[in-house]
Nanobody, 124 residues
Framework: QVQLVESGGGLVQAGGSLRLSCAASGRTFSSYHMGWLRRAPGKEREFVSVIMWNSDTVYADSVKGRFTISRDNAKNTVSLQMNSLKPEDTAVYYC??????????????????WGQGTQVTVSS
C-alpha cells in the first residue's frame, strides 16, 4: 500500500515555472515506478512523465525538454520541475505509483496508487 500527497500547484503566467512534489508513505517506495499524469478540463487523464525504480525516465512528447522528473528514495519523494509552461499545460496533476512493466507506463491504467491531485493553471 502506498499513499501519495501532492503539493506545489498554483497559478502561473505562460513561460513561467512550477515545481510539483509528491510525498509517499510506505517502505517499498523505491521499488515503484513513480509517474505524473494530468487531466485537463473536458479531457481524459493523460501520461506526463515517469521515473522508474532504476531512475530511467520517460516523458510525453508534449512536455519533453520542458519538464524534468526526479526522485529521492531516501525521502520518499518524487518531483516534477515544469519550465516554459503553456496554457495547454493547465490541468489537475496527479502523482501515481506503478509496479507494471515498463512497456505499459504511458497508460494511466498501469498505476495502482494515486494522489488526490494538485491544480496547475497557466494563464496566457
Amino acid at each position: 500500500q502506498v499513499q501519495l500527497v501532492e503539493s506545489g500547484g498554483g497559478l502561473v503566467q505562460a513561460g513561467g515555472s512550477l515545481r510539483l512534489s509528491c510525498a509517499a508513505s510506505g517502505r517499498t517506495f523505491s521499488s515503484y515506478h513513480m509517474g505524473w499524469l494530468r487531466r485537463a478540463p473536458g479531457k481524459e487523464r493523460e501520461f506526463v512523465s515517469v521515473i522508474m525504480w532504476n531512475s530511467d525516465t520517460v516523458y510525453a512528447d508534449s512536455v519533453k525538454g520542458r519538464f524534468t522528473i526526479s526522485r529521492d528514495n531516501a525521502k520518499n519523494t518524487v518531483s516534477l520541475q515544469m519550465n516554459s509552461l503553456k496554457p495547454e499545460d493547465t490541468a489537475v496533476y496527479y502523482c501515481a505509483a506503478s509496479s507494471a512493466g515498463s512497456d505499459y507506463l504511458r497508460n494511466p491504467r498501469a498505476y495502482a496508487y494515486w494522489g488526490q491531485g494538485t491544480q496547475v493553471t497557466v494563464s496566457s
